[in-house]
């Protein structure tokens, strides 16, 4: 059974940049047609979905956020990270980091068989 588990600073200040970690347990990221996203929910707002990389390392974003976000894996350790750079209140949010096999390679926020639990960041001073 894939786990996944996000990991990272519960806070971050205005104008920083945020890392949060997926560890994946019970499968590898390479698996073929594994794509592994990040998706996150601020407060009483809808699933968005932030960017992804694919089992091959192929890298993919939301053109809203393409320009602050990086998304690499570290195959070692099996694990995803995410960087949103130049961090504002309106990026407060439970981040979810999240799994489906797709031959198709459809992403977004639907259809994924593996969530982590999700983890908060508040954004503040």
């Known amino acids: 059974q894939v786990q996944l588990q996000e990991s990272g600073p519960g806070l971050v200040k205005p104008s920083q940049t945020l890392s949060l970690t997926c560890r994946v347990f019970?499968?590898?990221?390479?698996?073929?047609?594994?794509?592994w996203s990040w998706i996150r929910q601020p407060p009483g707002k809808d699933l968005e979905w932030i960017g992804a990389?694919?089992?091959?390392?192929?890298?993919y974003y939301s053109p809203s956020l393409k320009s602050r976000t990086v998304i690499s894996r570290d195959t070692s350790r099996n694990q995803i990270t995410l960087q949103l750079s130049s961090v504002t209140p309106e990026d407060a949010a439970v981040y979810y980091c999240?799994?489906?096999?797709?031959?198709?390679?459809?992403?977004?926020?639907?259809?994924?068989?593996?969530w982590g639990q999700g983890t908060q960041v508040t954004v503040d001073s």
């Open positions: 990389i694919s089992y091959s390392g192929s890298t």
């Open positions: 019970g499968g590898s990221i390479t698996t073929n047609y594994f794509y």
């Open positions: 999240a799994g489906k096999n797709d031959p198709l390679g459809r992403l977004g926020v639907r259809d994924y068989a593996y």
